[in-house]
């Protein structure tokens, strides 16, 4: 079976005092059989292959192998190649709104939150803060520095129920164009 590309998204890794040097990230990848695989910047972003098709049973993997080695739990979200090229594309807010925001990130979450979650997070909805709802990911538009915004990571995994991790859309399209669809 031919190769798969993924990139994890890593929670916790470099943040809080947790220092995560990325050789010794891309080693732990490596052990676990993974081939090409690189990180991209120092925020938890692996990119790997693999011909293994389960996403959630490698993550679950990943992430118990993650704890063992780090010694803390690290939350693990998998994209193909694929997925990462539909949400870099997908244009949650209108062009002119994003130009004009401080700030522009996508939370990625296990699974696609519930109509309950998505209340609760559109609940969130200030005048500095806006949001979107796509699949997995939740979109975060912040109209002023993110200092001035009461959001944070807590507040979104408290109201959708999960875990999540945080990126900025430059980062995310980045890693788009450097790792086009296999």
Not at 11 to 32: C, D, H, S, T
Not at 79 to 85: F, M, Y
Request: aromatic share 10%.
């Amino acid at each position: 079976m031919d190769p798969k590309r993924y990139i994890a998204f890593l929670r916790a890794v470099n943040v809080g005092g947790r220092v995560v040097k990325m050789e010794a990230l891309r080693a732990i990848f490596v052990a676990l059989g993974f081939s090409n695989v690189e990180t991209f910047i120092a925020s938890g972003n692996v990119i790997f292959e693999t011909a293994e098709r389960d996403a959630s049973a490698l993550e679950a993997r990943i992430a118990k192998e993650l704890k063992g080695e780090l010694g803390y739990e690290v939350a693990v979200f998998l994209r193909t190649d694929a997925e990462l090229s539909a949400l870099a594309k997908y244009q949650p807010f209108d062009k002119p709104v994003v130009e004009r925001a401080a700030a522009f990130n996508v939370a990625f979450l296990a699974a696609p939150p519930g109509d309950a979650a998505k209340k609760r997070l559109m609940a969130l909805k200030t005048e500095i803060d806006d949001f979107r709802v796509h699949g997995r990911e939740v979109y975060w538009l912040c109209r002023e520095k993110q200092s001035k915004s009461t959001f944070s990571n807590a507040a979104l995994e408290k109201a959708s129920g999960m875990q999540s991790t945080l990126r900025g859309m430059n980062t995310v399209k980045k890693l788009a164009e450097k790792y086009p669809v296999m």
